[in-house]
C-alpha cells in the first residue's frame, strides 16, 4: 500500500491542460506601432470571447488582441474546466444581491451556456465539451439541509452514491445539464483564438501593456512593442493590475491549487460509477471541486484558498508543499477505492476575487474604454456573457444586459493592506470553523449583513 503522502512522488509542477504537446506555439509579439478599431487587452477567456464576439456582431471589425504572456497562459488554462451557466456564482448568492432581477440573471446565464456551445460546434473546438450538469455533496451532517431535502432533486445518501460512489457522502443534489458543463479550458482558449484569427482578429502575444490614455477621439494603448492607436478598448486582465487606478482595490488575488491523477483504468472508473459529464463540488465554505478529464484521470482541487499579503501575485506561490500534501489526504479519504493511485500533475493558478462573488463592468474615457473584472472563480463561462456587456457599453447601447443592476453597480472594494490581509485572514478561519461547527460566527454575519465575503 503507497502511503498517502507517496501519492504525490514524482508529480511535475505544471497544469494538466498546458501540458501537451499540441499547444501552439506562442505567436510572435507586437513589434511596431498599430492601428486598430477595437484593441482587447488579455489573452485569456475574457479577452478571447471578446474579440470573437466583437467580430461576429461586426464582421470586418479591425480588432487587435494583446496578450503579455501566452493565450491560455494562467487563470484560462489553470482553472478545473468547469463551465457553470451561473452568472452569480450560484442562485443563493444572485437571489441575495439581486433578487428582483434573478430570474433573468437565470434565463441569461443558461442562454450564455448554449451560446458557447454553439460556438464549440460551430468552430469545431475539441475542447471535450460534455454537458452534464452537476453535483453538490453534503459529507458533514449539518450541510444536508442546505440542499434543501424537501425540494426534488434532492438525493439521500444511497441515492447520491449511485451518482458518484464516496462513503463520505451523506447527500447531494444533481442539477440538470442546461446548468452546466465540463471542457479542457486551454483547448478551448486554443479554439477561440483560432476562430478570432480565421474572422480576421490579429493577435500579439509576449507584448505587455504599460500604459492607456485618451488623446481627443483616440485611445493609445502603449505596449512594449509600441503604441497602439484605436477606436475603442476592452481591459480584460482580471486578476492581474489594472490598467485603471480606480479599479486597484476591486479584486484580491487568490491562489487555488489543484491535483491530476494518473489516468484510471475502465475497471477503475467502473467502480466509481461516474458520469465523466457531472462536475462534483463539496457543500462546504471551503470546497474541492472534482471532475473526470477526456483521459480519465481526476482533478481534484481547491479548499486551501491562499492570499498573500500586498495583493503578491508570484510564480514561487504555485508549488505550495502543504497544501498539495493536504489536498492528497482529502482525495484518498474521499475515494478509498483507490488506493494506490498516483498523482501526475500540481499546479496553481490565481484568482480575481470580488466581495460579490462575481464580476463588475464599467467604462471609462469618456465611454472609449470598457473592463469586467472578478469573476472568482465562475470565469470559464461568464466570461462570455462579460464580453457582450463590455461590446454593448463600448457601442454605448442600452440593451437587456446593460439595465441590469448587477451590470450598472459595481462590486464593493477590498481594503487597502494591511486591513485586506487581516480581515480575509480572519474570514479564512472563520469559514474554517463555520464549516466544521455549521454555525456562522459573528464576523461572518457581519458580513453577511453588509453583503461581503470572500471565496474562490
Known amino acids: ?47 478571447l470571447w471578446t474579440a470573437v464576439r466583437a467580430v461576429e456582431r461586426e464582421p470586418g471589425r479591425d480588432v487587435l488582441l494583446v496578450e503579455g504572456d501566452r493565450i491560455a497562459e494562467h487563470a484560462t488554462g489553470r482553472n478545473g474546466g468547469f463551465c457553470e451557466a451561473s452568472l452569480t456564482h450560484g442562485e443563493h448568492n444572485g437571489m441575495a ?46 450541510e444536508v439541509a442546505g440542499l434543501e431535502p424537501d425540494v426534488p432533486g434532492f438525493l439521500d445518501r444511497d441515492a447520491v452514491r449511485k ?26 482558449a486554443w479554439g477561440l483564438a483560432d476562430a478570432a484569427e480565421q474572422q480576421g482578429v490579429r493577435i500579439a502575444e509576449r ?7 485618451r488623446t481627443g477621439d483616440t485611445m493609445e494603448v502603449t505596449t512594449t512593442g509600441g503604441v497602439v ?7 480584460a486582465t482580471n486578476v492581474f493590475r489594472p490598467l485603471l487606478r480606480r479599479l486597484r482595490l476591486t479584486t484580491v488575488p487568490v491562489y487555488d491549487y489543484v491535483l491530476a491523477t494518473e489516468p484510471l483504468t475502465e475497471t477503475q472508473l467502473a467502480a466509481l460509477g461516474w458520469d465523466p459529464a457531472i462536475g462534483v463540488g ?25 492570499y498573500h499579503f500586498g495583493r503578491s501575485i508570484r510564480s514561487d506561490h504555485e508549488d505550495r508543499r502543504e497544501t498539495f500534501a493536504m489536498l492528497a489526504e482529502h ?57 457582450d456587456v463590455m461590446l454593448d457599453l463600448l457601442a454605448g447601447e442600452e440593451t437587456e444586459r446593460t439595465r ?21 485572514e480572519l474570514t479564512r478561519r472563520a469559514l474554517a470553523r463555520a464549516d466544521d461547527t455549521g454555525r456562522r460566527n459573528l464576523w461572518l454575519r457581519t458580513l453577511d449583513r453588509l453583503g461581503l465575503g470572500f471565496d474562490s
Open 404 to 424: 441590469l443592476e448587477m451590470v450598472r453597480r459595481p462590486a464593493v472594494p477590498f481594503p487597502p493592506e494591511p486591513v485586506a490581509w487581516a480581515g480575509i
Open 229 to 235: 492607436r484605436a477606436r475603442r478598448v476592452a481591459l
Open 163 to 188: 451518482v458518484v460512489d464516496s462513503p463520505t457522502y451523506l447527500a447531494g443534489r444533481l442539477s440538470g445539464a442546461e446548468e452546466g458543463a465540463v471542457l479542457d479550458p486551454a483547448r478551448l
Open 282 to 306: 463539496d457543500a462546504g465554505n471551503q470546497f474541492h471541486y472534482y471532475r473526470v478529464t477526456p483521459d480519465r484521470r481526476i482533478l481534484w482541487g481547491g479548499y486551501d484558498a491562499i
Open 207 to 213: 507584448t505587455r501593456v504599460t500604459g492607456i490614455r
Open 331 to 387: 482525495f484518498h479519504t474521499t475515494f478509498p477505492q483507490l488506493d494506490g493511485i498516483r498523482f501526475t500533475h500540481r499546479w496553481a493558478g490565481v484568482i480575481d476575487t470580488s466581495t460579490r462573488f462575481s464580476a463588475s463592468f464599467g467604462t471609462a474615457h469618456g465611454g472609449r474604454s470598457s473592463y469586467a473584472l472578478g469573476f472568482t472563480g465562475l470565469g470559464v463561462g461568464a466570461t462570455r456573457f462579460a464580453a
Open 1 to 47: 500500500m503507497l502511503r498517502r503522502v507517496d501519492s504525490l512522488g514524482g508529480s511535475v509542477n505544471r497544469p494538466l491542460w498546458l501540458d501537451t504537446p499540441v499547444r501552439p506555439e506562442p505567436r510572435p509579439a507586437l513589434a511596431a506601432d498599430a492601428t486598430a478599431d477595437l484593441v482587447v487587452v488579455g489573452g485569456g477567456f475574457c479577452g
Open 97 to 142: 444581491r439581486w433578487p428582483e432581477e434573478y430570474d433573468d440573471l437565470h434565463r441569461l446565464g443558461i442562454e450564455n451556456l448554449d451560446g458557447i456551445e454553439e460556438a464549440v460546434a460551430r468552430y469545431g473546438i475539441d475542447c471535450g465539451f460534455l454537458r452534464g450538469g452537476s453535483l453538490a455533496v453534503a459529507t458533514r451532517p449539518h
